[in-house]
């Protein structure tokens, strides 16, 4: 599956945005998804996930309460809000992929690791300034 996120910009502090992850040729509904974001000289580290069902979805400390995962696989895309940037949440923002099956075995599951996901958008830049 190809994925494309957009929706990155700049914003100020406490301010919000709202990033979408559309995928290409195949359909979302047999994968996990999540995102992950990467600031200038530091690794890429988890931000959420959403489980192929949509029912289960867990972030990293520093964004409870502000972010939040969700998807709409009728139209094959996946939904980052973030509300009350902070100028720490600035960074390339990516959206990812893991085949995670049709049946009912482990839709509930999610995934934290750079390493459980396949598939990679190409990033969007998140900018917040103070």
């Known amino acids: 599956v190809q994925l494309q996120a957009f929706g990155g910009g700049l914003v100020q502090a406490g301010g919000l945005l709202r990033l979408f992850c559309e995928a290409f040729?195949?359909?979302?509904?047999?994968?996990?998804l999540g995102w992950f974001r990467q600031a200038p000289g530091l690794e890429r580290e988890f931000v959420a996930a959403?489980?192929?069902?949509?029912?289960?979805?867990y972030y990293t400390d520093s964004v409870k309460g502000r972010f939040t995962i969700s998807r709409d696989d009728a139209k094959n895309t996946l939904y980052l809000k973030m509300n009350s940037l902070k100028p720490e949440d600035t960074a390339v923002y990516y959206c990812?992929?893991?085949?995670?099956?049709?049946?009912?075995?482990?839709?509930?599951?999610?995934?934290?690791?750079?390493?459980?996901?396949?598939?990679w958008g190409q990033g969007t830049q998140v900018t917040v300034s103070s």
């Open positions: 990812a992929a893991r085949y995670s099956g049709t049946t009912d075995y482990r839709s509930n599951s999610y995934y934290t690791g750079k390493d459980d996901y396949l598939y």
């Open positions: 040729g195949r359909t979302f509904s047999p994968y996990a």
């Open positions: 959403i489980s192929r069902s949509g029912d289960a979805t």
